[in-house]
């Protein structure tokens, strides 16, 4: 049963906040039928939500069911935690399971946060102005009183620079697609969007992980 009451622009993700790895986006990029259901819900979400209980009815069909359908950005995050549990050639039945059974769960090693909330196709620049400033010290603060292990930021380049002032770090390595810094025991990975086609390759997924776990 989800708390009432809450601030739609508080709310920090599904998942767990005392995880060990956090996936970043820069906005919710709701589907089809999901759209409209969303924000009326998320209004009243708590703090964290469990996505598997709470992300949308209509997605548990999709998403969550025996033999789920994979998601492009939520595979991609599938494997990397798989890779981070030692599994080095996770099969398809692996990442769905993961995806279904384990990623976002309340009670489990992910978070998965959004700068901005709202669904992208419902944002406007008064919006972002509005709101923005307020995400950035909420996530800052999320981010510096955690015990992340890993932060993966994920988005477009022109995100990047957004990402940089939550982080406060100045200065990046680079590797490959991505940048990465290590701060307070934490390394933080900036990497395109999860759902793009640079992750559409296990080759291009391992990648990923080469960059975000390193001991």
Do not use: C
């Amino acid at each position: 049963m989800l708390d009432s009451g809450k601030s739609f622009e508080d709310f920090i993700g599904f998942g767990n906040e005392e995880g060990d790895v956090l996936f970043l986006g820069m906005e919710e990029g709701l589907l089809g039928t999901f759209t409209a259901a969303h924000p009326a819900a998320r209004s009243e979400f708590p703090r964290t939500a469990d996505l598997r209980a709470d992300y949308s009815p209509d997605a548990s069909r999709f998403y969550f069911w025996r033999l789920p359908k994979s998601q492009r950005t939520w595979r991609a995050m599938s494997h990397l935690m798989l890779r981070r549990q030692g599994i080095d050639d996770p099969t398809d039945d692996q990442l769905y399971r993961y995806q279904s059974e384990q990623l976002g769960r309340v009670d489990g090693e992910t978070l998965l946060s959004e700068l901005l909330p709202k669904a992208n196709r419902s944002m406007d620049e008064a919006y972002i102005r509005e709101v923005l400033p307020h995400r950035v010290r909420l996530l800052r603060d999320v981010i510096g009183n955690s015990g992340f292990e890993v932060v993966v930021a994920h988005g477009r380049d022109s995100d990047w620079s957004t990402y940089k002032d939550i982080f406060g770090i100045r200065h990046w390595r680079e590797q490959g697609d991505f940048a990465y810094a290590n701060v307070n025991g934490q390394r933080i990975v900036l990497a395109p969007h999860l759902g793009s086609a640079l992750f559409d390759t296990t080759a291009q997924l391992n990648r990923l992980s080469e960059v975000a776990l390193v001991d």
